[in-house]
């Protein structure tokens, strides 16, 4: 950048010192644009390669792995004949027909307490201790939760908020209802193996109402049972995981429940449109780019060139710029011939080749496909696809009359794709790993221009004060001249 030294001249040439050094250093200054420019050009270009990266990668971390694999194309569904039992089927889950009885759902155990009264009958209050109730200082009161035991010793000033402090400790949800002077204790959870019990005196425990001789209510833990296919199966909560589904018992059912496992083959036919939409709309983004109009025209603005434009017009100017920036990019039309390439191959599949096209998924024809959208792929029959929905829908057929082979073909061809995607996207000299331009080489290349500028500058300022200093000479010398000119017209006067 130019000097800030304060420099005067011309004063006694009365030349306009500062416009002639500006013309005469006016090649350094070009440089110096030249070289922002294209810095700036080239943080445009890193912003949009880190965009669409993102997209590739995100399809290729996404929904392209998930592909990879048949459990995703495993999806089974189980129908019901009773809101008694729901369930959700496992990718193992073997197709037919079973039959299902709920004969328990899970309780967990309650206790509603009696009333309780102090020794002179005053109103039990939270603050009330617990002596007042006629239970002596170092009782001991013994609770069992879910199998382990636990005393709470009652203390001079324990009160019936500390006593249900002490139980909720222990493991159960506790409280006490001041207005009915009761207790209200329960397990944290169902079943028979998380109940509770006392297992002090029943001297203390009447005394608190807990005991059924005194009123008190009991409510014990029960397991669910479920009867499937005739073989029984307790669980301590409502849901069971047998053979990799789940089932949810909801109430009892006294009739027989009819189960009906089958394969879902809109699942399986979900999975693969959304997988292809993402694709189309990454391979048409990369398209758009890599084909976008040449912008050779529109060169990097100067701040001088920007300050006689309008905000609008230098919005409208760069966005050309910006919009070109990947245009017959390598690194992009590398990736975009990878993919591409992945798809189109076939797959051998017991001694038969496949490929897309016979499951009904294909690209339009070329000429009649929208610019940026002739690698895009349609699913024949596909009801969203303005392209393809009066075809034939052979992919749905496939996989309803054989699923198995669906996800073999998807299988394999999913993971050509992604290892292919995979070796373009391995680190390099130039690249970071996961990326498919050079990013390192570009972040080298940005701080090379940085450097750049500022030896660019130091250069300026250097011409700079070169050429003032010798107008400062000139401007002496012109002086010095001046005063004897005046004094050699003094003696002839």
């Known amino acids: 950048m130019a000097s800030n030294k304060i420099r005067m001249s011309g004063m006694v040439s009365g030349m306009d010192t500062e416009s002639?050094?500006?013309?005469?250093?006016?090649?350094?200054?070009?440089k110096i644009d030249k070289a922002k420019g294209d810095q700036k050009k080239l943080s445009w270009t890193q912003d949009a390669w880190k965009s669409m990266n993102s997209k590739i990668y995100g399809l290729y971390s996404g929904k392209l792995s998930n592909m990879r694999f048949s459990g995703t194309y495993s999806k089974k569904v189980t129908a019901s004949s009773s809101e008694a039992l729901s369930v959700t089927a496992g990718e193992n889950a073997a197709e037919g027909i079973m039959t299902a009885k709920v004969k328990a759902v899970a309780k967990a155990g309650y206790l509603t307490g009696a009333e309780i009264k102090t020794t002179t009958d005053e109103k039990v209050t939270q603050n009330t201790k617990l002596t007042e109730l006629g239970i002596s200082s170092g009782s001991v009161i013994s609770i069992t939760v879910a199998g382990k035991s636990k005393d709470i010793e009652v203390t001079e000033d324990m009160t019936m908020y500390g006593f249900t402090t002490a139980l909720r400790e222990a493991g159960v949800n506790a409280n006490f209802d001041v207005d009915n002077k009761r207790l209200f204790i329960s397990a944290k959870e169902t079943g028979a193996d998380n109940d509770f019990k006392f297992t002090s005196s029943d001297a203390d425990?009447?005394?608190?109402?807990?005991?059924?001789?005194?009123?008190?209510?009991?409510?014990?833990?029960?397991?669910?049972?479920?009867?499937?296919?005739?073989?029984?199966f307790k669980?301590?909560?409502?849901?069971?995981?047998?053979?990799?589904?789940?089932?949810?018992?909801?109430?009892?059912?006294?009739?027989?429940?009819?189960?009906?496992?089958?394969?879902?083959?809109?699942?399986?036919?979900?999975?693969?449109?959304?997988?292809f939409k993402e694709y189309?709309?990454?391979?048409?983004?990369?398209?758009?780019?890599?084909?976008?109009?040449?912008?050779?025209?529109?060169?990097?603005?100067?701040?001088e060139m920007k300050d006689a434009m309008s905000d609008k017009e230098v919005e409208e100017w760069e966005g050309k710029i910006k919009d070109s920036l990947l245009r017959k990019d390598e690194s992009l039309n590398a990736i975009m011939n990878t993919m591409r390439d992945a798809?189109?191959?076939?797959?051998?599949?017991?001694?038969?080749?496949?490929?897309?096209?016979?499951?009904?998924?294909?690209?339009?024809?070329?000429?009649?496909?929208?610019?940026?959208?002739?690698?895009?792929?349609?699913?024949?029959?596909?009801?969203?696809?303005?392209?393809?929905?009066?075809?034939?829908?052979?992919?749905?057929?496939?996989?309803?009359?054989?699923?198995?082979?669906?996800s073999k073909f998807f299988t394999?061809?999913?993971?050509?794709?992604?290892?292919?995607?995979?070796?373009?996207?391995?680190?390099?000299?130039?690249?970071?790993?996961?990326?498919?331009?050079?990013?390192?080489?570009?972040?080298?290349?940005?701080?090379?221009?940085?450097?750049?500028?500022?030896?660019?500058?130091?250069?300026?300022?250097?011409?700079?004060?070169?050429?003032?200093?010798?107008?400062?000479?000139?401007?002496?010398?012109?002086?010095?001249?001046?005063?004897?000119?005046?004094?050699?017209?003094?003696?002839f006067q």
């Open 20 to 30: 002639l050094i500006t013309a005469l250093t006016s090649n350094y200054k070009t």
């Open 205 to 232: 425990l009447k005394k608190l109402g807990l005991t059924e001789s005194v009123g008190a209510t009991r409510i014990k833990g029960e397991d669910a049972e479920l009867e499937l296919n005739g073989a029984t």
């Open 235 to 275: 669980s301590s909560s409502n849901t069971f995981k047998i053979n990799g589904s789940t089932y949810t018992a909801n109430s009892v059912s006294d009739e027989a429940i009819t189960l009906k496992t089958t394969t879902d083959t809109s699942g399986i036919y979900d999975t693969i449109k959304a997988f």
């Open 280 to 303: 189309n709309e990454t391979i048409n983004a990369m398209s758009k780019a890599y084909n976008a109009e040449s912008s050779s025209k529109y060169s990097m603005l100067t701040d």
């Open 343 to 406: 798809l189109s191959s076939s797959i051998e599949i017991d001694g038969k080749k496949y490929t897309l096209a016979d499951f009904g998924i294909d690209k339009q024809n070329y000429l009649l496909a929208e610019a940026n959208e002739k690698y895009a792929y349609h699913i024949d029959g596909d009801k969203d696809d303005d392209v393809s929905s009066g075809k034939t829908d052979k992919l749905a057929a496939a996989i309803a009359n054989d699923p198995e082979l669906v």
């Open 412 to 491: 394999e061809l999913s993971n050509k794709l992604y290892q292919a995607m995979d070796k373009k996207m391995a680190s390099t000299e130039y690249s970071s790993v996961y990326k498919v331009y050079n990013d390192k080489k570009m972040q080298t290349d940005y701080n090379s221009y940085t450097k750049k500028i500022s030896d660019l500058e130091a250069k300026l300022t250097a011409a700079e004060d070169r050429y003032y200093k010798k107008f400062g000479q000139m401007e002496s010398m012109l002086s010095k001249l001046n005063d004897s000119s005046s004094a050699i017209s003094a003696l």
